[in-house]
T-cell receptor, first 115, second 113 residues
Framework: NAGVTQTPKFQVLKTGQSMTLQCAQD?????MYWYRQDPGMGLRLIYY???????DKGEVPNGYNVSRLNKREFSLRLESAAPSQTSVYFC??????????????FGEGSWLTVV | DQQVKQNSPSLSVQEGRISILNCDYT??????FLWYKKYPAEGPTFLIS?????DKNEDGRFTVFLNKSAKHLSLHIVPSQPGDSAVYFC????????????FGQGTRLTINP
């Protein structure tokens, strides 16, 4: 059982280039998320998808787009990469409704450097 | 505006002693709180949670305490073990809203032998 799988794990981009981070989960979760982690900032929500066919902005959506391709897959696209987007990106998924006993499960992360 | 704050970037504790990690929040709509643990080069993993109807939840060596009037929660680890060395994130959510977690900045816990 792989859980949440992200690709690529490492990527170096030049300023202005575009790329897509791929994410897939095999836990039959309805909700999926993209977070970024920066030193001293914790994890900040970029976009989320509460269910297949819906997406919503999180705390830091500027410069990103997302696609909920199907129930399993949720991709994050950087259309024109900027050095400020150098970060570690985490995809996550959850069952609907955070209640006691339910939680969000994270992938292993994608390290992105924009030069 | 940081809605969830972990004011201690790092904490060093001797093996076998108690580790206490603290977290404060400002949004009174938060009613579900979680702690995540993160090792280098790995994703965060869920550790323990508590809903606002409780003031304490215990799971083995880990206990989370919630003080709603002070908007404060803490994670106690006892006894601390070397494998507990990691970054710990506090997170909060409003159950009535979308299932979004708001994270604190993290505290790096180091357990010394």
């Amino acid at each position: 059982n792989a859980g949440v799988t992200q690709t690529p794990k490492f990527q170096v981009l030049k300023t202005g280039q575009s790329m897509t981070l791929q994410c897939a989960q095999d836990m039959n979760h309805n909700s999926m998320y993209w977070y970024r982690q920066d030193p001293g900032m914790g994890l900040r929500l970029i976009y989320y998808s509460a269910s297949e066919g819906t997406t919503d902005k999180g705390e830091v959506p500027n410069g990103y787009n997302v696609s909920r391709l199907n129930k399993r897959e949720f991709s994050l696209r950087l259309e024109s990469a900027a050095p400020s987007q150098t970060s570690v990106y985490f995809c996550a998924s959850s069952v609907p409704g955070l209640t006691s006993g339910n939680t969000i499960y994270f992938g292993e992360g994608s390290w992105l450097t924009v030069v | 505006d940081q809605q969830v704050k972990q004011n201690s970037p790092s904490l060093s504790v001797q093996e076998g002693r108690i580790s206490i990690l603290n977290c404060d929040y400002t949004n009174s709509m938060f009613d579900y709180f979680l702690w995540y643990k993160k090792y280098p080069a790995e994703g965060p993993t869920f550790l323990i949670s508590i809903s606002s109807i409780k003031d304490k939840n215990e799971d083995g060596r880990f206990t989370v305490f919630l003080n709603k009037s002070a908007k404060h929660l803490s994670l106690h680890i006892v006894p601390s073990q070397p494998g507990d060395s990691a970054v710990y994130f506090c997170a909060a959510s409003a159950l009535q809203g979308a299932q979004k977690l708001v994270f604190g900045q993290g505290t790096r816990l180091t357990i010394n032998p």
